[in-house]
């Protein structure tokens, strides 16, 4: 598919904000994992969504409109969150009340960094959505900073770890567009057989 035109809309911070009226596609991961460069670089522009080197920021579901058709969605990341004294290791609720009560999300993707191993807060979230029926594939970010010869085996060995087929991940950089023309080709495939249906 072609991104024809990519306008932010909207943010919510309380379930009540969230939108329903066109189909969703949805990014979440840890914090600075490569969610808001990954939707800049698919939509081809820079400033689109805020991205940061300070982890943790955006606590916001922020949409934005695609080809005036459907949504993408920039979730809060999740990680380590730090409230008060206390380190906390969790998703927000907000993340949990938009894949519950987000009727149109056709799909998840689950971002991890190509260089790591998935934590165990990826794993929670990919078991999240599969007891919910959340169609979720999984993006290995980041993966200009791997050599190519070892995407396919780093592909592997975070597909072996999470317990899901190869076929489910794809790698890619918003630094080199590698992985881009997949990407929008699987997004595109998604919301042409609803159309056909
Ligand atoms: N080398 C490289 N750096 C990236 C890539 N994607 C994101 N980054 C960097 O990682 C940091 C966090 O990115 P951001 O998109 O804000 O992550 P988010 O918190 O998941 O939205 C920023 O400094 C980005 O420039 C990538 O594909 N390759
Ligand atoms: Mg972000």
């Known amino acids: 598919m072609v991104i024809k035109s990519a306008k932010y809309l909207t943010s919510a911070v309380k379930k009540e904000d969230f939108l329903s009226d066109k189909k969703e596609v949805a990014f979440v991961g840890r914090s600075n994992v490569g969610k808001s460069s990954l939707i800049n670089a698919l939509t081809g522009q820079k400033k689109l969504a805020k991205t940061s080197s300070t982890p943790g920021l955006t606590k916001m579901v922020n949409y934005f409109l695609i080809n005036d058709e459907f949504y993408f ?16 290791k969790i998703w927000s609720s907000l993340i949990e009340d938009y894949f ?3 009727k149109n999300l056709r799909l998840v993707f689950i971002l991890v960094d190509i260089r790591h191993k998935p934590t165990e807060l990826d794993e929670a979230m990919l078991k999240f959505l599969f007891y919910h029926n959340i169609p979720c594939k999984i993006i290995a970010t980041k993966c200009d ?9 780093s592909l592997q ?20 567009g590698y992985g881009k023309d997949k990407l929008l080709e699987s997004i595109g495939e998604l919301l042409k057989d609803e159309a056909e249906e």
């Open 73 to 88: 969605v920039d979730l809060p990341g999740y990680g380590y969150s730090k409230t008060g004294k206390s380190h906390v």
């Open 100 to 102: 519950l009560l987000s």
């Open 145 to 153: 900073k791997v050599a190519k010869s070892k995407i396919g085996v």
């Open 157 to 176: 060995n975070i597909a072996t770890s999470l317990g899901v087929g190869k076929a489910n991940i794809l790698a890619f950089s918003s630094e080199t």
